[in-house]
């Protein structure tokens, strides 16, 4: 008897796991009717239905969290909420446009492998002290930032960090 249990568990592990996302894609659009079943003639209740499925994607990345925040653009729409034309036109602000291109620049110089030639020469120029390697990553933000948003040059800093910490270890692992 215990090893057919065994052999259940063995098969759900097996079969199931490996599809967790299709499972979450399919039971999130189920779950809030339920909750939301008394009231949906009413706009409001049609918004938190879409809210909750955007937030169980969001929140799983069952998902990519690309095509999640699109979801609006979708599913407003056809809820009747909101028509195509008004939610297009919030999307595509000049400020959104703007951080949407700083993006671009950063996945174009992280494509092309710029940022390991800018963590390396932060290394060279700063040294490999901790101090000064945190300067040096704080004057690298400072001078890409003049060109990008913000938040383009954050997400740029992630890989030149992550070259970085590559290096050092490598470094690391052959003194040791």
Known sequence: MADKFKDIARFTKASLVPHWRM??????PLLPIGLLSDHYDEPAARCAWGVIIMSVYWMTEAV???ITGMLPVL????LGLIDTD????LYLTKSNMLRMTGLMVAVAIENVGLHKRIALRILLLTGTSPRRIMLGFMLATVLISMWISNA??????VPIVQAVLEEI????????
Do not use: R
């Not at 383009?152 to 800093?157: C, L, P």
């Not at 490598?170 to 040791?176: F, G, T």
């Open 23 to 28: 499972f979450v894609i399919i039971l999130a």
């Open 86 to 89: 008004t939610v297009s036109k």
């Open 75 to 78: 599913l407003f729409p056809v």
């Open 169 to 176: 270890y490598e470094k690391h692992v052959e003194v040791s």
């Open 64 to 66: 990519p969290l690309v």
């Open 152 to 157: 383009a040059a954050s997400a740029m800093m």
